[in-house]
């Protein structure tokens, strides 16, 4: 599996930025939205209208690819959807 690394602060709309390191280096941009009953920052612009219930939404290189239920998962659902592309 490769390595997931996600900057520690939301941004204004909630996302968790970051990047994603295939083991055969591969780079992929990611975009993390957290679900709704994620703590979020007080400068938090829309209430996250896009945001799930329970899940946590995950963007590559800007495009819809899959949901995961927990956090730690990111890195193994993020890695299943890029091998599957």
């Not at 390191?21 to 209430?47: I, W």
């Not at 946590?56 to 899959?66: L, P, T």
């Amino acid at each position: 599996m490769g390595t997931l690394t996600l900057k520690p602060v939301q941004d204004g709309m909630g996302y968790y930025y970051g990047e994603y390191v295939a083991e055969d280096g591969q780079r992929t941009r990611v975009d993390v939205l957290p679900p709704r009953s994620h703590p979020r920052p007080s400068f938090v612009m829309d209430e996250n209208a896009k945001a799930d219930d329970a899940a946590w939404i995950i963007y590559a290189d800007g495009e819809k690819i899959a949901r995961a239920h927990r956090r730690e998962d990111l890195a193994d659902v993020i890695a299943k959807q890029l091998a599957s592309r």
